[in-house]
């Protein structure tokens, strides 16, 4: 069955660490995104790729990276410079001008111990 | 910019219908979407509508588009326990653009 895989579905770290979220996907979407969920904020877009080797910062960037090295794979760095990284992270995807809308993980719960 | 209000939380009781609303501010907004989050998982497409369009109805689900006003609802019909959730109205201006998110309804169906 096609869809969308996230790991670890709970993820647990110290502070000044990097960590990394996996996102793949086996749909032959060609665009890929990642946002971050906080209670009662809705969803906040941090990166999206629309095309391998390529992405954008969407509205809270800072202190996140990203990489697309191929189009199964949208990896996200939560780096020690993002303050208040416990969060519910969700990756989607979704084929590029696709008016169907986006196809989503399960989510990573990330918590800063 | 694109901003998507809804009201925060919605109570009901098994049997109701309940009514969703939404409102966006982009004119230009094309492609409407209503997302639903259960708790701990991600969002699922329930269904979406296009700005051509006044409703689109499949099967308990009715969507209705006020362009005039901006508005957009979600009616479900006999709604039962598994209906509880949050569910998200979504909007873009066009295939190519990412989706705008509002904050969420919380909807509470009581048996």
């Known amino acids: 069955d096609g869809g969308i895989t996230q790991s670890p579905k709970y993820l647990f770290r110290k502070e000044g660490q990097n960590v990394t979220l996996s996102c793949e996907q086996n749909l032959n979407h060609d665009a890929m995104y990642w946002y971050r969920q906080d209670p009662g904020q809705g969803l906040r877009l941090i990166y999206y790729s629309q095309i391998v080797n390529d992405f954008q910062k969407g509205d809270i960037a800072e202190g996140y990276s990203v990489s697309r090295e191929k189009k199964e794979s949208f990896p996200l760095t939560v780096t020690s410079a993002q303050k208040n990284p416990t969060a519910f992270y969700l990756c989607?995807?979704?084929?590029?001008?696709?008016?169907?809308?986006?196809?989503f993980g399960s989510g990573t719960r990330l918590t800063v111990v | 910019g694109e901003d998507v209000e809804q009201s925060l939380f919605l109570s009901v009781r098994e049997g109701d219908s309940s009514v969703i609303n939404c409102t966006y501010t982009d004119s230009s907004s094309t492609y409407l979407y209503w997302y639903k989050q259960e708790p701990g998982a991600g969002l699922q497409l329930l269904t979406y509508?296009?700005?051509?369009?006044d409703m689109k109805q499949d099967q308990r689900l009715t969507v209705l588009l006020n362009k005039k006003d901006k508005h957009l609802s979600l009616r479900i019909a006999d709604t039962q326990t598994g209906d509880s959730a949050i569910y998200f109205c979504a909007e873009s201006t066009s295939g190519y653009s990412t989706l705008t998110f509002g904050k969420g309804t919380m909807l509470l169906v009581s048996p």
């Open positions: 989607a995807s979704s084929l590029t001008g696709e008016r169907g809308g986006y196809t």
């Open positions: 509508i296009f700005s051509n369009m």
